[in-house]
């Protein structure tokens, strides 16, 4: 099918990039090397920039999987949240994006310590030191988003990402929701089923507290091995969710009780966050051994060190990505050929996607 998009030479979503149109940037730039990752709407590869030799994460995603989805709204918020984010330690950074009539590419930071998701799965639990860290620099970065009106919406394992030294980066911005002011609310239904707050299963409009309940829901299954409610049955998992008590084992500390007890409040406006946002997890009793600033600045050593070798050790991605052939129309110039503004100023669907920093930093 991809190919005879290609052939008839018609772009069938044609896409207004705006003032910000770059065709210095192309799939030919890159060499595409693996596959590290795979999504409803594409894949993301590890890919060498020819001219600055350096590695990147490319998300590659089809534009009419995309548009049969009516998923158009969260790409571009995608796009926009990583544009606010470049500049936070435990978010990953975009570098530029650009597109051809059938795909869009993001540029991002290449990320090889392996998803938290993976690392849980391999050791069952972490200890409370190990899943306290991971916790404050998931905190830390959205209680940043917050700050930025931004409520992530998506917290779980398999978007927590560990950089090579064993920090945490937050991934995947396709869920978050722009411009909620102070107290504002949204009430889109998203998510993922193990991590949803009541709130949201029940449709009524949510606010930030809700990534205070995926915090909770993520701390708990770092903590327990199992996130909190879960049941194999969707539907009783949904139940145990808006009606189960939160039954939690003596085997962590007090502190550690009290702060799953206030995130994963099922009343959002007795969640601990609703009054301060993130100033109430920071002075939390579970934290009060951490020093925030210097977590900030990076200089907690991490409780665990990925052991990466260099940029193109794979050995945290799931194989089954690793092995799989990077398809050939993905870095072919030939047959992406970039989209002229002129070509495209009718349509605006993905209009203003592009974006390439300033040159002094473009790979800075």
């Not at 579970?286 to 050995?315: A, M």
């Amino acid at each position: 099918m991809e190919e005879d998009m290609e052939e008839n030479g018609k772009d069938i979503n044609p896409v207004n990039l705006g003032p910000s149109e770059k065709t210095s940037v192309r799939p030919s730039d890159f060499e595409f090397l693996k596959v590290i990752g795979k999504g409803s709407f594409g894949k993301v590869l590890l890919a060498r920039h020819r001219k600055e030799s350096k590695v990147y994460a490319v998300k590659v995603l089809q534009k009419q999987a995309i548009m049969k989805r009516n998923e158009v709204k969260h790409i571009m918020s995608e796009r926009n949240v990583l544009l606010k984010n470049v500049k936070h330690p435990f978010l990953v950074g975009l570098h530029y994006s650009f597109q051809t009539k059938d795909k869009l590419y993001f540029v991002l930071d290449y990320v090889n310590g392996g998803e938290l998701f993976f690392h849980l799965q391999r050791e069952r639990y972490f200890p409370e030191q190990r899943a306290k860290f991971y916790a404050a620099e998931m905190a830390s970065a959205i209680g940043y988003l917050h700050s930025l009106n931004i409520i992530y919406r998506d917290l779980k394992p398999e978007n927590i990402l560990l950089d090579s030294k064993g920090h945490v980066v937050l991934t995947d911005f396709g869920l978050c929701k722009e411009g909620i002011e102070g107290m504002g609310t949204t009430s889109t239904f998203c998510g993922t089923p193990e991590y949803l707050a009541p709130e949201v299963l029940r449709k009524q409009p949510y606010d930030k507290t809700v990534d205070w309940w995926c915090l909770g829901a993520v701390l708990y299954e770092m903590m327990y091995g199992l996130p909190p409610f879960y049941s194999r049955d969707t539907a009783e998992m949904y139940d145990n969710i808006l009606y189960k008590p939160l039954r939690l084992r003596t085997n962590v500390s007090g502190a550690a009780r009290s702060i799953l007890e206030g995130l994963l409040q099922k009343e959002k406006e007795n969640r601990l966050g609703a009054k301060r946002d993130f100033l109430e997890i920071q002075g939390h009793d579970f934290f009060i051994d951490l020093n925030w600033e210097e977590l900030d600045k990076r200089k907690i050593q991490p409780p665990y060190n990925p052991n990466v070798s260099g940029q193109l050790d794979l050995k945290h991605f799931d194989p089954e990505f690793v092995r799989e052939p990077v398809p050939a129309s993905i870095g072919k110039y030939g047959s992406c050929k970039m989209v002229s503004a002129s070509v495209v100023e009718a349509d605006g669907v993905f209009e203003g996607f592009s974006y390439v920093p300033p040159a002094e930093d473009a790979f800075s």
